[in-house]
């Protein structure tokens, strides 16, 4: 689907990957929606898009999306506003092993990456169908494609939004819908600091595979353009992933023996 004119609403606005989509689709947009718990950075980044563009329309919704009812107020609220692009982008992680790992903080992991997800899409698909335009792009992981001991709920949790993705994109096919999946390897964003336990607040330093953030956001949007199913941004991840993906489980099995997790 071309951008040019979209109305867009993308969750987890208030900082990394989101926020870069904000950016770059600002130009583009009549409007944006931007979703976040923290008020003060989307107002913060309404006042940058707005004064680079007077046209657009920026509307904030302060929405925690591991809160099932504010998530299904925000679901509802949508239906009734002309949104034709979704980016189901807010995503928690939690770096440590699941039996030591806090259970609100696991909880949290699926009701944002996984049932907020889900309920936005199920709310705002059907009109995207009756349109015959629309287009959702879910940001999964490269986490998401292997079993992975250390995050072990959160790579789950991303199985199930690339698994997800793909079948809404073969049963929305021939409706004008695009649903493309975004599977970035390591970011340099507040995503590993709020992920990792011992950490927390700590900047980790940017290793090989990282990519920038305005790579990727941009790799996503170029995606949806383009119809792709699934872009995975970086050309070292996509190596890794290439390979990694061609192993078969017990192989797999064998190597996560070698790894230590805590
Ligand atoms: N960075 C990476 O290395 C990496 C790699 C692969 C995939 N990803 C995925 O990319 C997406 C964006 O992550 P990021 O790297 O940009 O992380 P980030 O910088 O930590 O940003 C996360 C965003 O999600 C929002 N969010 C988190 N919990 C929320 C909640 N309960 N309710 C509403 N919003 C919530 C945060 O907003 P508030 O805190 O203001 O609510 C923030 O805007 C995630 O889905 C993540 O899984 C990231």
């Known amino acids: 689907m071309k951008l040019d004119h979209c109305s867009a609403v993308i969750t987890g606005a208030s900082a990394g990957i989101g926020r870069e989509f904000a950016r770059q689709l600002a130009p583009r947009a009549k409007l944006l929606v931007l979703v ?5 950075r989307l107002e913060q980044l309404r006042t940058e898009l707005v004064a680079r563009n007077p046209a ?30 979704l980016i189901n982008n807010a995503g928690v992680g939690d770096h440590g092993s699941f039996a030591t790992a ?9 009701l944002v990456n ?7 899409t199920r709310a705002l698909l059907p009109r995207m169908i009756a349109q ?4 959702i792009l879910n940001v999964s992981s490269s986490a998401g494609f292997l079993p992975l001991p250390g995050i072990a709920a959160y790579a789950a949790t991303k ?26 390897g390591p970011v340099d964003t507040e995503f590993a600091e709020v992920a ?56 797999i099995r064998v190597a996560l023996r070698f790894i230590s997790y805590n």
Do not use: W
Request: glycine share 6%; charged share 25%; proline share 4%.
């Open 56 to 85: 657009l329309l920026v509307n904030i919704r302060e929405i925690d999306l591991s809160n099932l009812e504010q998530t299904m107020q925000l679901a509802a609220l949508l239906t009734n506003e002309p949104i034709d692009f």
């Open 159 to 184: 199985a199930y939004v690339t698994s997800f993705s793909e079948a809404i994109r073969a049963e929305a096919q021939g409706c004008g819908i695009t649903v493309t999946t975004l599977c970035p």
């Open 196 to 251: 990792n336990r011992e950490s927390r607040g700590k900047k980790p330093r940017a290793g090989l595979m990282h990519v920038a953030v305005e790579k990727v956001a941009q790799a996503g949007l170029r995606a949806i353009e383009q119809d792709k199913a699934l872009i995975i941004p970086g050309l070292a991840m996509k190596i890794v992933m290439a390979i990694t993906r061609g192993l078969p489980l017990s192989a």
């Open 102 to 110: 806090d259970p609100i903080h696991v909880n949290e992991q699926v």
């Open 114 to 120: 996984v049932l907020a997800l889900t309920a936005l």
């Open 36 to 40: 976040a718990r923290r008020r003060d």
């Open 132 to 135: 015959k335009r629309g287009a």
